[in-house]
């Protein structure tokens, strides 16, 4: 199997699309396939924070993705300023991007809008995943259409690398994530799940409490009349809803349809279906929690793994691109 990676920036909270989307399909393909898995602690430098924000989010990752049954020993884990190559390889990959192509990033310039002061590391942040995903010879790298474009200046500064200094990186490319992982705003169905703290009303948390996971499925916003129809299009409440079920049960949102007869009868068949999903996990990450010296050693044990990939890398490319070898 191609080397696949993904990672996850310690902001906000995870929910039920991150699960469905990005979590379940890495421990579901964990024994047969070649995973890398880290939290990208740096990424979220890039914005306004609270220090201890981001390292009570980066352990809090941490244990719900061991929580939701990944397994350090099938995957390579890690916290991303953990393994420093990330960011030595980022300043290399620096010196061959052009501004303009960090510049153009589309979420650099919607991001940058809202800011009065923009920090330089969101404009460079694209390089740096591109780092990420190069330092270990990825292959395939799933991401939805918002990050396409950074995976995408990734293969061109890979290629250009290769043509320039001679073949150094495996050129990655994006693979669609599962058909059920694009899970929307309850309270917003045209808009994506946010791990955002102002999304909270519309946002499935992973470690949301049942009743209020019940709470939040029953005030969720559908649709003009009362036929229970999977059309995204027309009805994005109800397709939302049955996308969820589908995600949760395995069935086809549209077969899924079929056996309701009314929007509140759908909705409890929802909550009931993603109190059942999160509750094995849940159940997992309160003993982890009450153990983070166990999860700390996981994420070192996997560090020194990743730095024993990550250094001949970045010891090649510097090789490469003409510095002396220390």
Not at 54 to 78: H, I, S, W
Not at 206 to 234: F, N, S
């Amino acid at each position: 199997m191609p080397r696949r990676l993904t990672g996850f920036t310690p902001s906000g909270h995870l929910h039920l699309g991150n699960y469905l989307g990005a979590m379940r399909p890495i421990i579901d393909g964990q024994a047969t396939g070649d995973t890398v898995v880290f939290i990208s602690d740096l990424h979220a430098l890039t914005l306004d924070h609270d220090p201890r924000e981001v390292r009570d989010r980066t352990l809090e990752f941490a244990t719900l993705l061991l929580a939701a049954g990944l397994d350090p020993d099938a995957c390579l884990f890690m916290v991303q300023s953990h393994v420093p190559e990330h960011a030595e390889l980022h300043y290399l990959l620096e010196c061959v991007t052009g501004y303009g192509e960090a510049q153009r990033m589309i979420q650099f310039k919607e991001k940058s809008r809202r800011q009065e002061q923009v920090r330089m590391s969101l404009l460079t942040y694209p390089i740096l995943m591109a780092a990420d995903i190069l330092l270990y010879d990825t292959a395939e790298v799933p991401v939805g259409d918002d990050q396409r474009q950074h995976v995408e200046l990734a293969r061109d500064l890979a290629v250009r690398f290769n043509g320039r200094y001679g073949e150094t990186f495996t050129v990655p490319r994006t693979v669609n994530p599962p058909v059920a992982a694009r899970v929307m705003d309850l309270s917003a169905p045209k808009e994506k799940m946010s791990k955002s703290t102002s999304a909270a009303a519309g946002a499935l948390r992973l470690l949301d409490e049942p009743a209020h996971l019940r709470r939040k499925i029953m005030r969720a916003v559908t649709d003009a009349g009362t036929t229970v129809t999977y059309d995204p299009d027309q009805s994005p409440g109800v397709a939302n809803l049955l996308d969820i079920l589908a995600g949760c049960t395995g069935a086809q949102p549209g077969a899924l349809a079929a056996g309701f007869d009314r929007y509140g009868d759908l909705k409890h068949a929802v909550a009931d279906a993603v109190v059942e999903t999160l509750a094995p996990i849940q159940r997992r990450y309160v003993e982890l929690a009450a153990d983070p010296d166990h999860v700390r050693d996981v994420l070192r044990t996997g560090a020194r793994k990743a730095r024993a990939i990550a250094a001949d890398k970045v010891r090649r490319t510097e090789a490469a691109i003409g510095l002396l070898p220390a």
